[in-house]
């Protein structure tokens, strides 16, 4: 048998063949997976049959069905919003930090809080697979990041591998660049 880590782009990553290291060892993210393949050529998985979902018969229910049913995730959260029709409404608007996003721009060196980290500003805006409100895309200095600039399946920048991140405006802080010319003086 052989142990694989796929990102969730599903490009393999590694083989994860050392057998006496922990998972950690392998620095997974959230998203990736561990695909394994069965080596041995007397197994049930030989010619991949078990791989074929398509040969497996699955449950299915009608909606009809369904919302007569008691005792479901859909019933207990239309109770909810019978009590507090609030519940139902967006915690946070699509506008939640644009004030401060605005004093942001790409290509502006900064620090993340907490923790240090420095790097470059690679997007700033809202960011459709995340949650409402506006978001800052950096690249760190070093690979200290959770992913290349792509969030669930969407490229907002590039930048290489584990140092990119996307942060709330409020966790980052521009950095101020100071330039000083040196002039020789001729003798």
Request: some cysteine; charged content about 30%.
């Amino acid at each position: 048998m052989v142990l694989q880590l796929f990102d969730d782009n599903d490009k393999k990553v590694c083989d994860m063949n050392e057998d006496s290291q922990p998972l950690g060892f392998y620095s997974p993210l959230d998203g990736y997976r561990i695909h394994i393949v069965d080596m041995d050529p007397s197994s049930m998985t030989a010619g991949g049959w078990l791989e074929d979902t398509s040969l497996v018969e699955k449950y299915h229910i009608s909606e009809e069905s369904y919302g007569k049913l008691d005792g479901t995730f859909r019933k207990f959260k239309e109770r909810l919003i019978s009590q507090d029709p609030s519940i139902a409404q967006p915690k946070i608007s699509e506008d939640y930090m644009q004030d401060l996003a605005a004093n942001i721009k790409v290509g502006d060196r900064c620090e993340v809080d907490p923790g240090g980290k420095r790097g470059v500003v690679m997007f700033v805006g809202r960011a459709e697979t995340l949650p409402p409100g506006f978001w800052v895309g950096v690249q760190y200095d070093e690979p200290v990041g959770k992913h290349d600039g792509m969030v669930k399946g969407k490229r907002y920048f590039s930048c290489p591998p584990l140092q990119g991140a996307m942060l709330r405006p409020d966790k980052v802080k521009r950095l101020r660049i100071w330039c000083l010319k040196f002039h020789t003086l001729d003798s």
